[in-house]
Structure formats: structure tokens, C-alpha cells
């Protein structure tokens, strides 16, 4: 006798005959509802949740102040265009990004729908402010699907058959410590990564030819990998020297994930322009590009924009999400949330010689798989086949990287310690099955 299906199977069947097989499927997860950090599957199942809907989720799933704001909104109106009518949700929002995410003195807003938006606005901005046309990017970096945001993404496998790409754009490698650094201490391969660039800088292109230098100061899509320190450090005065811009992509770093509002404040530095989307909204489609007045204004009249930029809707529920993040402390619960994941990951890498990093800032956390104890030889096969394990278990989790062997924690903020270890608990206990 045939068993019949589950409702997620058929769920998952019907997807399948209808949807375009090149949407992303990174996990056969399924929902019919979520609150907090559980998902309720189509089954009735209740899910741990550490992958936040790709780091959007931190204030958790259907927040009540956000869901009352969301439906406040669309009482009054769902849409006008901000470029047709001026409202105050979306002024009010700006007004608190620059409160929070102050870029070095006088700061402007421009809101969008998506980080990959974002990101080719923060490009065009950049281009007009300094009349110039180079573009650098990094190795492993990710940062959207749209034609510009795609040129600028690393990984080959997302780009296949997508191009010819943007011109003007070069890429160098991300300063991976945890590959590149062997034997030596994090400064030094800093500092010898700047000179690496120094040099690329001289056969490659010119820097009085970048208009900007774009990089993500943790990696999302690339396997959560941090720049050292001194290396971003380092960007700020090259950019300073030669009138360069500095973009952060804080897309997916942002807004309490790494225990701050943005990455950069561990840094010590500010950047010309970032990027923001993801958790701002938590969940409603929208994103900021934010930089120095003078650099935003530098944007000609129409040349940035679009129908839907700060829709009405989406704003009141970002005022609504960093008001929520504020009385709730969300970028200290942040830091808690990191501290237990990486002294749990430490434990799990002491006791799994296939772990081989462990490694991310505040709550952005992963550990890496690999074959022999080396960087060099990745294990997307385990990592992959420990994340189908925790969801037959009750747990929600994805993976990143170029060889899709880092497993990454994105769980909501809002998530108990009691859920955390449980999911822990579940995590551990398919490394040990997979590994043995």
C-alpha cells in the first residue's frame, strides 16, 4: 500500500509543477503560520527557526506592534508613489535612520524595496558623485540578482548563463583569514592583505578610476566570513587618499544581528554609503540606502527611485520593527544570543574534527565543513546532509558558501535560550549521527 502524502510533500508537488525551478530552494521546509522564532509547517509541525527567512526575521515572526502598524497603514492608504505624493511614513523612517546609522556628520535617506535595489542605487550614487565608472568587489561576496548587483556577486553558480555583465567592474579576494591566514596573526595577514591590493591597484585598474569599493563587512552568502578589523580600517584611508567611495552592504548585518544597529560599529569606521534591507521590516519589502549628504545629493534629479520606494505600508512597519528592537533591546540580546552560539559551536568543534571554523559577529554565526582539517577541501555533502537531518528534527537551518559547506544561525533575536539550546541540542545530535 502506497502511503499518502503529507501536506507539505503536496505542498512542495505543487510548487514544483508551477513555480519556475530556478526560485531558490535552500530548505523543503514548509509554513502555514509563525510566531516568535517557531514556524508551524503545512503538517501542524512546530519548527525552531534559525534561518529568520534569510536574516529578515529579527524581531521575530508577526511582532504585534508591527502587524498593528502594518494594518493601521493600509487602512488609510497601501499606496501613492513618494514621487507623486510626499507622506510621513516614509519621512519619519528616514528621520530615524539617521538617528540610529549616522554616516560621520550630515546624513540623507533614500528608501527602496530590496537590498539588490539598494545596492544599484548606492552604485549609481556613487558613480555621480565622483564622475567616475570602477566598481570593486570581492571574492565570495553577494549582493543581489538584479543586472549590477549580480555583476558584483561572486558566486559563479548564481550567475550562470545570466550574463554579459556590467562593465567596469573588478574583483579582488575577500580578506579570509580563516583560508589564507595559516600561520600568521590576524594583523599581519591584514596588513598583507592591503598590500595585496595596493598592487592590485597598480596592474589592475587605477584608483583615481574607482568610483567606489563596495564590501560586505560580514559576509551573508559567502560563508559569514568577518574582515579583520585592520583591513577595514585600512579601506577607509585608501578611500580617503583617492576620493574613493566606501560602500558597506549591511543588508543582511544589520539591525541588531551583530548586537549593533549596523556591522560597522565594531569597526570603528564609517562608511560613504551602506546599504540596509532584510531585517528593517521584518519582512515587508524594504530597504535603505543611506551616506553622506553631500555624496546622496550628488544624484542627479529621477536618476534614482521608482514606483515603490518607501511604500507607505512597508515604512510603518520599519518604524514599527526598530521601535519594537528598541524597547525590547534587541541589539543586546544580539550580543546574548552570539555569546551562547559560538561557546556551543567551540564545544561542537572541539568534539568534530569535520567542523573546521567556527566564526561570525554577535548573532551572525556559522561553522564551516571540511575534509581533513583543511580550508581547502570543503564538505558541502555533510553540511547539506546535517541540514535535511534538523529539519526532520524540528529545526529549521541553511546553509552558505561557495561550496555550500557552512551551516549559519539567523535566528530571531526573540528566540528563548530554552529554544536556542533545544535547537542546539537538535543541530549537535545530526553532526554526531552524520559524522560517525
Not at 507622506?87 to 528608501?111: Q, S
Not at 579576494?173 to 592590485?200: K, S, V, W
Amino acid at each position: 500500500m502506497i502511503a499518502s502524502k503529507t501536506k507539505s510533500e503536496e505542498l512542495l508537488d505543487r510548487r514544483k509543477s508551477v513555480v519556475a525551478s530556478g526560485v531558490g530552494l535552500f530548505n523543503t521546509a514548509t509554513a502555514q503560520s509563525a510566531k516568535g522564532a517557531i514556524v508551524v509547517d503545512a503538517d501542524g509541525r512546530e519548527l525552531i527557526d534559525f534561518a529568520g527567512g534569510i536574516g529578515v526575521v529579527n524581531a521575530g515572526h508577526c511582532p504585534e506592534p508591527v502587524v498593528e502598524a502594518i494594518i493601521e497603514q493600509a487602512r488609510k492608504f497601501i499606496h501613492t508613489s513618494f514621487n507623486v505624493t510626499t507622506y510621513e511614513p516614509y519621512i519619519a523612517l528616514c528621520e530615524k535612520l539617521v538617528e540610529i546609522l549616522p554616516h560621520d556628520g550630515p546624513t540623507k535617506v533614500m528608501l527602496a524595496s530590496t537590498g539588490a535595489e539598494a545596492v544599484e542605487n548606492a552604485i549609481k550614487i556613487a558613480r555621480q558623485a565622483t564622475h567616475r565608472d570602477g566598481i570593486l568587489c570581492y571574492t565570495e561576496a553577494f549582493h543581489g540578482r538584479t543586472m549590477m548587483a549580480m555583476t558584483l556577486t561572486s558566486k559563479v553558480a548564481y550567475k550562470m548563463g545570466c550574463g554579459p555583465f556590467a562593465p567596469e567592474v573588478y574583483r579582488i579576494a575577500f580578506p579570509n583569514y580563516y583560508h589564507y591566514g595559516t600561520g600568521i596573526d590576524e594583523d599581519t595577514f591584514a596588513t598583507q592583505e592591503l598590500h595585496r591590493l595596493d598592487e592590485y591597484l597598480k596592474s589592475n585598474v587605477g584608483p583615481e578610476d574607482l568610483a567606489a569599493i563596495i564590501i560586505e563587512l560580514v559576509q551573508g552568502e559567502g560563508g559569514f566570513n568577518v574582515a579583520p578589523k585592520k583591513y577595514v580600517q585600512g579601506l577607509r584611508k585608501l578611500c580617503d587618499q583617492y576620493g574613493i567611495m566606501l560602500i558597506f552592504d549591511e543588508v543582511q548585518s544589520g539591525f541588531c544581528r551583530t548586537g549593533a544597529w549596523g556591522a560597522y560599529e565594531h569597526f570603528g569606521v564609517h562608511p560613504d554609503i551602506s546599504t540596509w534591507a532584510k531585517s528593517m521590516g521584518s519582512g515587508m519589502p524594504i530597504a535603505a540606502i543611506i551616506g553622506r549628504a553631500k555624496v546622496m545629493d550628488a544624484a542627479g534629479p529621477s536618476t534614482i527611485g521608482g514606483t515603490y520606494i518607501g511604500n507607505p505600508v512597508c515604512s510603518a512597519a520599519a518604524l514599527a520593527t526598530i521601535k519594537f528592537m528598541e524597547e525590547n533591546d534587541l541589539n543586546a540580546r544580539g550580543l546574548e544570543v552570539g555569546n551562547i552560539v559560538r561557546e556551543r559551536f567551540e564545544l561542537m568543534k572541539s568534539r568534530y574534527p569535520s567542523i573546521g571554523d567556527v566564526r561570525g559577529l554577535g548573532a551572525m554565526m556559522a561553522m564551516e565543513f571540511v575534509k581533513n582539517g583543511d580550508p581547502l577541501q570543503p564538505d558541502g555533502d555533510l553540511c547539506i546532509q546535517i541540514m535535511e537531518g534538523c529539519l526532520k528534527n524540528g529545526l529549521i537551518i541553511i546553509n552558505a558558501g561557495t561550496y555550500k559547506n557552512v551551516l549559519r544561525l539567523l535566528s530571531p533575536l526573540v528566540i528563548t535560550n530554552e529554544q536556542l539550546h533545544k535547537g542546539l541540542d537538535i543541530l549537535e545530535t545530526e553532526i554526531q549521527r552524520a559524522t560517525n
